[in-house]
């Protein structure tokens, strides 16, 4: 299947995010990757991959899904939104060749995570959109091998990519940037109702397990009135029961004087999401037990006791439930 669409006048437009970038033999697109080589839109990058890591599947974030398990993380180059304040930008921005990465064949990267016995791949570091096709190709084998999937996005895609790419993912994490459509223009060149069409479309149209991370910014994302705004949006639209993590932003790229989040300002969005019915809240890039803990949404037992990225206590039975009242946790658990 092709994701792109010719013109008569030898330019091809690509489909595969908003912005369907018209490139002429030669050019690449807004993220610096995906390139008109001639007769169709392709992926010089492909297999040429950044940061393969084993981490623990609390670090995507993904607090619900296969807890304290290992997951094989890797990304590439590029980038298809336009974040001031990337905390990735050595990979998101760079315009170096990505010939000089370790080059492996999808198979390659499911035998690593085998090897290293690993309970899924995660898509992360960058947006795996931009690399679908290489992500898509690692995802078929990994299923086959038993592997689960992981997608880290920012959700700005188009429907028929959206379609074919989630249709392989198990879990998937969106940076739901900010809730405002002045944030996402100004700071990011893009469109935020993509991104809550894509929300809608992951919890409605797909089996993803699905968790939010908003990088609050002072200033600039973090007012009361856009948290309770974004929180009623959620509960209405996805249910009460997604998990969100508001992550510490730290000044990087082009907000390099921009003061990184203070605890205050994470603990505020948090008692605010809880108030406002969201029943999963968690405060990231932050050392705080209480705040990166999952309770238990019905009589507020502790579930999952997490130490930075560690689980430190868990008190869910073999089915998932809570120990004491027996109440279902929203996921998936080993």
């Known amino acids: 299947m ?12 690509c489909e595969v995010c908003p912005r369907r970038c018209h490139l002429r033999k030669g050019q690449s697109g807004f993220c610096h ?8 839109i392709e992926l010089p990058s492909y297999g040429h991959i950044t940061g393969l890591a084993i981490d623990p599947i609390e670090k995507k974030p993904l607090f619900h899904f296969l807890p304290s398990s290992k997951t094989l993380s890797f990304g590439t180059y590029g980038c298809n939104m336009g974040c001031k304040f990337c905390q990735n930008f050595s990979i998101t921005k760079t315009k170096d060749s990505p010939f000089n990465l370790p080059f492996f ?16 791949i995660a898509f992360t570091y960058n947006d795996p959109i931009v690399f679908f096709e290489y992500a898509l190709d690692v995802a078929k084998i990994a299923k086959s091998a038993g592997l689960k999937t992981i997608a880290v996005s920012a959700g700005y895609v188009l429907s028929k ?10 879990a998937v994490n969106i940076d739901l940037k900010a809730f405002s459509q002045n944030f996402y223009k100004k700071n990011c060149a893009a469109d935020i109702d993509i991104v809550l069409d894509t929300l809608k479309y992951i ?41 969100l993590h508001f992550s510490a932003f730290h000044p990087a790229y082009k907000f390099l004087n921009i ?17 406002k019915g ?25 579930l999952i006791e997490r130490d ?14 809570c120990n004491i009242c027996k109440t279902p946790c929203d996921g998936f658990f080993i």
């Not at 990757?33 to 169709?40: A, E, H, L, Y």
């Not at 999808?106 to 899924?120: F, G, I």
Request: some cysteine; overall charge negative.
């Open 2 to 13: 092709s994701y792109y669409t010719k013109l008569d006048d030898n330019i091809i437009i």
């Open 33 to 40: 990757i995906r390139v008109n080589t001639g007769d169709m």
């Open 105 to 120: 064949e999808p198979h390659n990267v499911v035998e690593q995570a085998l090897l290293h016995k690993c309970n899924s």
């Open 161 to 170: 990519v959206r379609k074919d790419f989630f249709s392989y993912i198990d």
């Open 203 to 243: 919890k409605k149209d797909t089996r993803c397990w699905l968790e939010i991370t908003t990088l609050l910014i002072e200033g600039e994302n973090d007012s009361p009135d856009e948290i309770s705004s974004m929180c009623d949006w959620i509960v209405k639209n996805l249910g009460e029961n997604v998990p």
């Open 259 to 275: 003061p990184a989040t203070s605890f205050q300002t994470l603990n505020n969005a948090y008692e605010l999401a809880k108030k």
């Open 278 to 302: 969201v029943n999963y809240v968690y405060l990231g890039n932050v050392r705080d037990t209480k705040t990166s803990s999952t309770y238990c949404k019905n009589c507020g037992s502790l």
């Open 308 to 321: 930075w990225f560690s689980v430190t206590k868990y008190n869910l039975d073999d089915f998932g439930r």
